[in-house]
């Protein structure tokens, strides 16, 4: 939404339903053949996937502004990912006809929605590289600065380790070190289910130069 013009930005909120979410609140489900768009008006969403046993690995965290469901407007695909509430969210929920004839009528948002579909894949593909490549560390502190671009939440995630570690594929016991190690560089700070970033500057230069850019 920020890549949009004031004006534009107004069309598209009145264009939909917002809809009210509670915390873990299931939005979208793995799957789902409903076309459609939807924009974080407040709080944030956790995108993952729930594995049978019932645990949830995050894969990404969207703030306000950020935009989720793309795809099936555009390449008739189903969702493939799970997505629910964090805390009490707000989504603007946008049928596949009304936001096709805006997109028609509006060239911005096609514009917009290119740019977040390429630094999205820039992010993929990033995210990969450091699972593949980077010590637990530095792979740790790249997957937080690149959840940081889009959680739009003053620097900070609700995220408890457990969940973290299963979105890195690493043992407790490993990230607990890895974050022990953030902290004490003074990078990040931790609390009951969540990590902040105090200076995303900081961590931003840190992840620069320690694990091979941004």
């Not at 974080?40 to 956790?46: D, L």
């Not at 390449?75 to 596949?96: E, K, W």
């Not at 699972?131 to 889009?150: D, G, H, S, W, Y």
């Amino acid at each position: 939404m920020d890549l949009l013009s004031e004006d534009v930005r107004a069309l598209v909120a009145k264009s939909g339903s917002v809809v009210r979410y509670q915390d873990k609140q299931l939005i979208h489900s793995r799957g789902d053949q409903k076309p459609g768009i939807s924009i974080v008006v407040s709080g944030a969403v956790q995108v993952g996937v729930f594995g049978s046993d019932g645990t949830f690995v995050i894969t990404s965290h969207l703030g306000p502004g950020q935009t989720f469901g793309e795809f099936t407007l555009f390449a008739d695909l189903p969702r493939t990912h799970d997505i629910t509430a964090t805390g009490d969210t707000q989504v603007n929920q946008i049928t596949a006809a009304v936001f096709l004839r805006l997109y028609d009528e509006q060239p911005q948002i096609s514009r917009a929605l290119l740019t977040t579909s390429l630094v999205r894949s820039h992010r993929l593909l990033e995210f990969m590289d450091a699972m593949r490549r980077l010590p637990i560390r530095e792979r740790t502190a790249k997957v937080l600065f690149t959840m940081l671009q889009t959680a739009g939440r003053d620097h900070a995630f609700e995220y408890r380790q457990t969940e973290l570690a299963r979105a890195l594929g690493v043992s407790r016991s490993s990230l607990n070190t890895a974050l022990k190690h953030l902290r004490d560089l003074g990078l990040i700070e931790t609390g009951y289910g969540e990590i902040r970033v105090p200076q995303p500057d900081r961590l931003q230069h840190w992840v620069a130069t320690h694990c091979g850019g941004v």
